[in-house]
């Protein structure tokens, strides 16, 4: 159990563009790209830092990459497990 936990502490709840990137396979600048078009979930900004909910990023990869809209109503409507 206490290796469970420390796993829990070393995962980041917040990830920076090069993560998601990473998580989705495509380079940083597509991240951008997509981010402007409102392809992924709307990033959290932390004290002049972008950042996105790794559980929403997951999340939103199950659910089959929605478009923002799409993913937004989503969420509001419980119809995905994040």
Do not use: Y
């Amino acid at each position: 159990m206490e290796s469970k936990q420390v796993n829990q502490i070393q995962k980041p709840l917040a990830i920076p563009a090069k993560e998601v990137a990473r998580l989705l396979g495509v380079s940083l600048r597509q991240v951008w790209r997509l981010n402007a078009m409102a392809k992924l979930p709307k990033p959290l900004r932390l004290n002049g830092s972008v950042r996105w909910c790794l559980k929403e990023i997951e999340a939103f990869i199950e659910a089959g990459a929605p478009d923002r809209a799409s993913w937004e109503e989503m969420k509001t409507s419980g119809s995905h497990n994040g």
